[in-house]
C-alpha cells in the first residue's frame, strides 16, 4: 500500500492566492499547473491514462479540476512508485 493525497482546485487557487507555495503543485504566473520540484520525476496519469510532465504544466487553471498525490510500495517494502494523477473537467 502507500499513502495518497489531494489537491482541489480550491485549494491550489487560494494558495496561490496567498502567494504560497506547496511541495506538490503550484501555478505558474500565466495561470498553468507547475508542478513542484521534489515531485517532478513521478509517474503521471492524466484523467486517468499515462501523461508526461510537460503535458500536465500546458494544464490552464480553467480546465483542472483536482489532483492526487499517490505512492504505492512494492511488495518488498524497499522500492515505491510515486504517481501524480490529475484531473481536469473535461471528464
Known amino acids: 500500500m502507500g499513502g495518497s493525497s489531494s ?19 503550484n501555478l505558474s504566473s500565466d495561470g498553468y499547473l507547475s508542478i513542484a520540484q521534489p515531485r517532478r520525476r513521478d509517474i503521471f ?14 494544464i490552464s487553471i480553467k480546465d483542472f479540476y483536482s489532483v492526487i498525490f499517490k505512492e504505492k510500495w512494492h511488495e518488498n517494502k524497499l522500492l515505491r512508485d510515486h504517481y501524480v494523477m490529475v484531473f481536469t473537467k473535461s471528464l
Open 45 to 58: 496519469l492524466l484523467d486517468g491514462r499515462p501523461s508526461s510532465l510537460e503535458e500536465i504544466e500546458k
Open 7 to 25: 489537491v482541489t482546485i480550491t485549494q491550489l487557487t487560494e494558495t496561490s492566492r496567498l502567494g504560497k507555495k506547496s511541495n506538490l503543485i
